[in-house]
Every structure is written in C-alpha cells, then in structure tokens.
T-cell receptor, first 114, second 108 residues
C-alpha cells in the first residue's frame, strides 16, 4: 500500500497524559498537512510542512500541540497534557508539491481523552 | 474571516440526480475542491475548480462561479455507495479550508 499511513489508528488516554501520533506520507510528496476532525464537522487545518519546514500553524493550535517532520519524510504530532476537548480524529494528508490541489488523506488517528 | 456554507443534509433516491451547493467567504481563493468521506473513512478527493465553469468526471460534475462565490457538486445516477458526507473546500494558497459537510442519504 503506497498511500498515507497513520499510527496508531486509535488512542485512549487519560487527561493530563502526553500522546504522539505518526504520519507517513506518500513517498514523493513534499507537502504534509495535519487536520483535526470532530463529529459532524469538516477537517480543521492545524499545520503543514514543506519538506522539513513547518510553514504555518493554525491560531487554534495551543502551545500544547507540536509537530515535527525531521527529515522531510514522516511527521509526528504531539499533544501534551491532553484535555477532554482534544478528543477528535487527527488526520494527516500529503500532496505532491505546493502547486498541487489534491490532498491524499490517511485513515486518521482517533483520540479519546477520558 | 473565512466561512463556507453548505446544507447539512440532503436526501435523494437511487438513480436520481442531486446537487449540493456551497457558498464561501474567504480572504484568499485559489480554487474550490470537493471531497467525499464515508463513515469511518478518510476524505477522498473528487474534483477541483480553479476557473468558472463546469468540470465533469464520470457521474460527478462540479461547477464554480467566482463572481458569486458559489459552487456546486452534481451527482448523477445515484448509487447506494454514494451515501457519504461531501465537503466543499477552498484552497487558500497553501492550505485548504473545509466546510462542515453535507450528509447525503440515498433511498432505495
């Protein structure tokens, strides 16, 4: 399978714990995006990378969230001191280049904070 | 601010045609996309309009009027597998802003 993969698919954690998610984009894709989606809503932009550079971070993203793409390949999204409001589906998407309008989404990581 | 408006739900009959409308207000606009998402699945790309007019891809067509900040997705010959949520999304240079989605129910 050469699509976007995410790990884990599901994560249940207690409030206050830290969690880290991983995304592996399609191998030749330079752009990588993170979104959050809650029930009945569309994907909400969090941040994106061009290769290893993080170019934009949503103002909605608190300081508890951090993302990296150290070698321009896979990316991690870490949430520190999780809160119940962080419960959501976290989606990763990639696109070939800055000119690409089509994004390819991974299956997502469903986070439940208890 | 940025906002996209689309109906929350639409119901249609198998074999029929349905149109899902989208109006948008965004600070930047490079094009309008449509994505399909089945329950429990990932969004998948359907179509993209950068210029005014109609784009056709099989049973799906998408239309854009930039002067009206309006677009629609047209689904023809509806099949039960088309039951899903459909999102319009504005490309704002480097990122995509999604609407809240339209849940399409198809009756046999």
């Amino acid at each position: 399978d050469t699509g976007v993969s995410q790990d884990p698919r599901h994560k249940i954690t207690k409030r206050g714990q830290n969690v880290t998610f991983r995304c592996d984009p399609i191998s030749e894709h330079n752009r990588l995006y993170w979104y959050r989606q809650t029930l009945g809503q569309g994907p909400e932009f969090l941040t994106y990378f061009q290769n290893e550079a993080q170019l934009e971070k949503s103002r909605l993203l608190s300081d508890r969230f951090s993302a990296e793409r150290p070698k321009g390949s896979f990316s991690t999204l870490e949430i520190q001191r999780t809160e119940q409001g962080d419960s959501a589906m976290y989606l990763c998407a990639s696109s070939l280049s800055s000119d690409s309008y089509e994004q390819y989404f991974g299956p997502g990581t469903r986070l439940t904070v208890t | 601010g940025q906002s996209l408006e689309q109906p929350s739900e639409v119901t249609a009959v198998e074999g029929a045609i349905v149109q899902i409308n989208c109006t948008y207000q965004t600070s930047g606009f490079y094009g309008l996309s449509w994505y399909q998402q089945h329950d429990g699945g990932a969004p998948t790309f359907l179509s993209y309009n950068a210029l005014d007019g109609l784009e056709e891809t099989g049973r799906f067509s998408s239309f854009l009027s930039r002067s009206d900040s309006y677009g629609y997705l047209l689904l023809q010959e509806l099949q039960m597998k088309d039951s899903a949520s459909y999102f319009c999304a504005v490309r704002d240079r480097d990122k995509i802003i999604f609407g809240k989605g339209t849940r399409l129910h198809i009756l046999p």
